[in-house]
């Protein structure tokens, strides 16, 4: 069985590229680097079961031989990301995923978006389950990801419905652990590098925001069971322990000796007020909930980052 994943370097992708060969699978992962780094896969260069490819997705993507599995992984997703390249993250959401479909289509091959809670937007219902259809600015500085996202889906929906492809779809939460870019612009890599650095933390707004984190070895165990599934509607994936930003810091601060002070900054437009995922359809059809708490998945994620910091 082999297996393509766009952004297969990127930090969820080269976690599914690892699950992927652990079960057996050959992978060629497909990525352009704008996110993703080399040393992501570095440990599998030698694997013969792995192959790399530079490519932009958002192009025509030609991959020689069978293909029995499209993972479409490739985006940036995190808004400092997004919002640096509003256009290539339109681009990848919507061309790419088209490609990515098409690819599958050609090769008879099943098909798996990666989509995202962004679909939700700014939640007016918390938590939020897969039948609530969002609450998404389109014109604002995250409708580049969110539309796209949005798109993505229904394009994925189409494909499905008119050409018969077999397809999935999961809408990840946030997510962390190792392999995050400590310079990504996210919550979680921010306070630890500022924290690493013995800079102030930036909390944004009154930091009463909440969001809840899962971390990467459940979110791909709960990918591997979705794709190994029936099931071709979205469906959740997450972790609903729901935890405002300012406690998420102090639980952070805990594993640092002199823990710097908190300076808050303008909260930035858009940004959703509430986010936790009702899992219960995981849980019903995946038979799949998270395992590991956020003090286990704080502890392995700063062993990681402590490393990178040192190296920098
Ligand atoms: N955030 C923050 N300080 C930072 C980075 C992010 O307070 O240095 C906040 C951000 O405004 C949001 C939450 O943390 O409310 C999570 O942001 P992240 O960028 O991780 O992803 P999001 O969940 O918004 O996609």
Redesign the pocket.
């Known amino acids: 069985m082999r297996a393509v994943v766009t952004g297969g370097a990127g930090f969820l992708g080269s976690h599914l590229c690892d699950r992927l060969i652990s079960e057996g699978w050959d992978v060629l992962a497909l990525d352009n680097l704008v996110t993703g780094v080399d040393s992501n896969v570095a440990h599998l260069l030698e694997n013969p079961k792995f192959g790399i490819q530079r490519a932009d997705v958002s192009k025509y993507i030609d991959v020689p031989g069978t293909v029995d599995y499209v993972l479409h992984f490739a985006s940036p997703?995190?808004?400092?990301d997004y919002l640096k390249m509003p256009i290539p993250t339109l681009k990848v959401g919507a061309l790419g995923t088209h490609n990515a479909l098409g690819l599958a289509r050609a090769k008879n091959a099943k098909f798996f978006l990666a989509s995202t809670?962004?679909c939700y937007g700014d939640p007016e219902v918390s938590p939020q389950n897969e039948d609530y259809w969002g609450h998404v600015n389109p014109i604002g500085p995250?409708g580049v990801y969110d539309e796209a996202k949005r798109f993505a889906e229904a394009m994925t929906m189409a494909y499905h419905r008119y050409h018969k492809v077999d397809t999935r779809i999961v809408r990840i939460f946030?997510t962390y652990g190792p392999r995050m870019r400590l310079n990504d612009?996210?919550?979680?890599p921010?306070?630890v590098f500022?924290a690493l650095s013995g800079m102030p933390?930036?909390?944004?707004?009154d930091?009463k925001?909440t969001?809840s984190f899962c971390y990467v070895s459940d979110l791909i165990e709960g990918i591997y069971r979705l794709m190994m599934s029936d099931e071709h509607l979205p469906t959740n994936i997450g972790n609903p322990q729901e935890i405002t930003?300012l406690d998420?810091?102090e639980r952070i601060l805990r594993h640092f000796d002199n823990p710097p002070p908190i300076v808050f900054?303008p909260?930035?437009q858009d940004?959703?007020k509430r986010?936790c995922p009702d899992i219960s359809k995981a849980r019903r059809i995946l038979k799949w909930e998270p395992r590991v708490g956020l003090a286990e998945g704080l502890q392995l994620t700063l062993v990681h980052f402590k490393a990178v910091f040192r190296k920098k």
């Open positions: 997703a995190s808004p400092v809670s962004e995250r946030n612009g996210r919550a979680l921010n306070f500022q933390l930036t909390v944004y707004g930091g925001q969001r930003l998420f810091v900054k909260l930035p940004d959703p986010r």
